[in-house]
């Protein structure tokens, strides 16, 4: 037989491509190249090089780095995907095996999809999952692919496949006489991503305290992360490590040495802090706005709910203004460099306007003298006057 199709002839198991043939995919051993690819690419030392946006990237990304046909071809055994998900999970928080003990926010959120308060990172068992049913979708739609070695599924296959029918029984797929319609997208079209999406918010559940931060294209990711860490009430305040069971010498916050420090005193109302943001307002035109709270300085667009350009830059301020106040109150903590509010001021200045001019459209730049002056002139006047958006 093989001679007659002009291969030749070989035993099983053998690998093809990396992946082991003929041996069962049940079995962990068979996934061990998979593991140290996610080993090698998820490195302890990579991860202490970037930042947490660089490392989102990557995890989102480590499955098109590496052979998707694992993915695509076989169930991945429920160990395995444990085991990937924790080498992912440890390198998002920084690769070090000290910052194992501090889970700050769970991982089954940190998957979930951005509607639902997550990173949209997604898990590996609903790519898994999604990338065989595409298979399946194919089957269905694609007649003349090339199906006839296809059969029945029997033993484990067959459990897998009651497990999956139960968990997507929410989604309908009509059997339309000429097609068959994937109502997960508007286009009736397969996609593994709307597949995934809703994998994870079934398995991983949804989160619901209406915490939701409005996605911001002028800021980099890891000012996004901070932003949704901010939500989360997950940053590190004295408070929140108090509540964590950790033995501090005390919750008073290191600027004032006054008040209890929680998140929304570190960030926002704290003296040493609240004339950063008098001076911010004034410097955005907002003289008769006020921000007291998390919401106003992350959630709200007071001012500029009419003009969503303007609503995204005044936010995009916010947040950039909020990173470099807690980045400065870290470097006071933890390297007793002196607290300048003069200073943070010009530096969320100088900062925003890098970040920002950045990601804008560079045919109508964003003028430092003018974002110095007065930023709101980007937002204000007509739309055919300024470019950016
Ligand atoms: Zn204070």
Known sequence: ??????????????????????????????????VEKFDKRLSDWVARSISFGGRLTIIKSILSSIPLYYFSLFHAPAAI??????????????GSSNDNKINWIKWDQIILPYENEGLNVGSLFAK????????????????NALWDWTRAPSGRALDELKELTNLISSVSISDHPDSWKFSLDASGIFTTSSLSNLINTLKYGVHSRNLLIPRNKYVPQRVFIFAWRVIQLKILVRSELDKKGLDLHTVLCPLCDHHIETIEHALINCPNVSSIWTQLLDWWNQNNATISDINGAFISDQGFSHNS???????????????IIWK?????????????????LSEIQSQSFSWISNRSRKKNPIEWNQWLLNPSYYVASPPNRMGIG
């Open 328 to 344: 400065h109150r870290n470097l006071k903590v933890f390297s007793n460099k002196m607290w300048n509010p003069a200073m943070l």
């Open 1 to 34: 037989m093989a001679s007659y199709i002009n291969c030749s002839a070989g035993s099983t198991p053998f690998t093809y491509l990396g992946l082991p043939i003929g041996v069962p995919t049940s079995h962990a051993s068979s996934w061990q190249p998979i």
């Open 309 to 323: 350009v303007g609503s995204s830059l005044w936010q995009a301020t916010k947040w950039i203004a909020c990173y």
């Open 81 to 94: 995907l444990k085991v990937l998900e924790s080498k992912r999970r440890k390198f998002f928080w920084g």
């Open 128 to 143: 898994n999952i999604s990338l065989l049913c595409k298979w399946w979708w194919r089957f269905k739609n694609e007649h």
